[in-house]
């Protein structure tokens, strides 16, 4: 069983990582990251995994996001 001293919500660990609550749930999915149930919640393990881990752009938002303006080129 992994040390789960620390835990973070999926709402807060978005907001730490810059990506949405999904991209977490699915690094969850996949074995990317750890989670535990607290009560009826689900909580990211902060560990090793958390601290590697690095979300992947992927999508529109991401593709615009990384595209720097959203005018078109010229």
Partial sequence: MPDVSKVISFTDAAEVKQCGRNTLYRAVEDGRLNDIEVGSRRMLVEDEKWDA???????????????GDSEEPS
Avoid at 56 to 66: H, I, M, P
């Fill in 53 to 67: 881990f690095e979300p992947e752009s992927v999508g529109l938002r991401a593709q615009k996001s990384n595209n």
